[in-house]
């Protein structure tokens, strides 16, 4: 059984940080890929950032690059997402995801466990 628990979030203004945590337990060690995924209101579910479990690979959305810096540490089986000059349009529920599949996906559907999510405010 494998758990994923967001802790962080929060109201923010325009232009402040703000981070996210996820600690993972049980079988952590079938994860490839581990990521931050975002759903505002209205709007789709989309990849934020992800990191390769082992190697620490990373990805991020072109909205978020320079600004959001993602981070795992696997001996402590965290996952942390570092959120800098935080925008209006960054304001979102946060979910945690980790992949066990082969290879580097950014579609929800290829991501086998999810948090609760975390709400993340920025107002300008």
């Known amino acids: 059984q494998v758990q994923l628990v967001e802790s962080g979030g929060g109201m923010v203004q325009a232009g402040d940080s703000l981070s996210v945590s996820c600690a993972a337990s049980g079988r952590t060690f079938s994860f490839t890929t581990v990521a931050w995924f975002r759903q505002a209101p209205g709007k789709e579910r989309e990849l934020v950032a992800a990191i390769s479990w082992i190697g620490g690979t990373t990805y991020y959305a072109h909205s978020v690059k320079g600004r959001f810096t993602i981070s795992r540490d696997n001996a402590k089986n965290t996952l942390n997402l570092q959120m800098s000059s935080l925008k209006p349009e960054d304001t979102a529920v946060y979910y945690c995801?980790?992949?066990?599949?082969?290879?580097?996906?950014?579609?929800?559907?290829?991501?086998?466990?999810w948090g609760q999510g975390t709400q993340v405010t920025v107002s300008s």
């Open positions: 995801a980790a992949r066990r599949g082969a290879g580097y996906v950014s579609d929800d559907v290829g991501y086998d466990y």
